[in-house]
């Protein structure tokens, strides 16, 4: 069974960055038919997909027009998980942070496992 | 961009009752591009159909997915107390690649 564990600070400044990991149990962040997502929702943008990372021989990333200039997605094999940064933020960044895994197959566009959620605050 | 409309907003419903969620898409989605997720207060969203039709891994047969095209909808044929949450539908984009959400409808308790 698949677990994902969210690991973060819950309160960053404005104009500083957003760390967070999520570990990964139960498969692989090098996985050939998966792809690890964030995503995060707040009430007023409601659920909003932010980008994801996936191995194809290589790794790809792909990142939502939204926050295309600020965030950055990583894995990391040796510790298994992955990680999102997100730089410059402003209190629209508040929010619950989710990751997710999806399969990357042909065929199937969806998120079938979900971490917990972590609500990050941007506020001095 | 694909823009999801749900409705209604909130649906207020018995236990036993049937329920129909209704989700339509600013332009055509692929049958294969379209979710449906539940979520409950404090928890992250659930898997419940792919590919507009399909059940995920464990979900009751309850609940069922129809549609095609711009409309797509989520039916709950006959409520449990565990079923009042909020739904949302999902879609995917090819190019560039991504996911987009819908606003959500509440199914509470009438």
């Known amino acids: 069974q698949v677990h994902l564990q969210l690991s973060g600070p819950g309160l960053v400044k404005p104009s500083q960055t957003l760390s967070l990991t999520c570990a990964i149990s139960?498969?692989?962040?090098?996985?050939?038919?998966?792809?690890w997502n964030w995503i995060r929702q707040s009430p007023s943008r409601g659920l909003e997909w932010l980008g994801r990372?996936?191995?194809?021989?290589?790794?790809?990333?792909d990142y939502a027009a939204s926050v295309k200039s600020r965030i950055t997605i990583n894995p990391d094999t040796s510790k298994n998980q992955f990680s999102l940064q997100l730089n410059s933020v402003t209190p629209e960044d508040t929010a619950v942070y989710y990751c997710?895994?999806?399969?990357?197959?042909?065929?199937?566009?969806?998120?079938?496992?979900w971490g917990k959620g972590t609500t990050v605050t941007v506020s001095s | 961009e694909i823009v999801l409309t749900q409705s209604p907003g909130t649906l207020s419903l018995s236990p036993g009752e049937r329920a129909t969620l209704s989700c339509r898409a600013s332009?055509?989605?692929?049958?294969?591009?379209l979710a449906w997720y539940q979520q409950k207060p404090g928890q992250a969203p659930r898997l419940l159909i792919y590919?507009?039709?399909s059940r995920a891994s464990g979900i009751p047969d309850r609940f069922s997915g129809s549609g095609s095209g711009t409309d797509f909808i989520l039916t709950i044929s006959r409520l449990e107390p565990e079923d009042f949450a909020v739904y949302y539908c999902q879609q995917y984009d090819s190019s560039p690649p991504g996911f987009t959400f819908g606003p959500g409808t509440k199914v509470d308790i009438k």
């Open positions: 997710g895994r999806g399969p990357v197959v042909v065929g199937y566009y969806y998120i079938d496992v």
């Open positions: 990372t996936y191995y194809r021989s290589k790794w790809y990333n």
């Open positions: 139960g498969d692989s962040v090098s996985s050939n038919t998966a792809a």
């Open positions: 590919s507009a039709s």
């Open positions: 332009q055509s989605v692929s049958s294969s591009y």
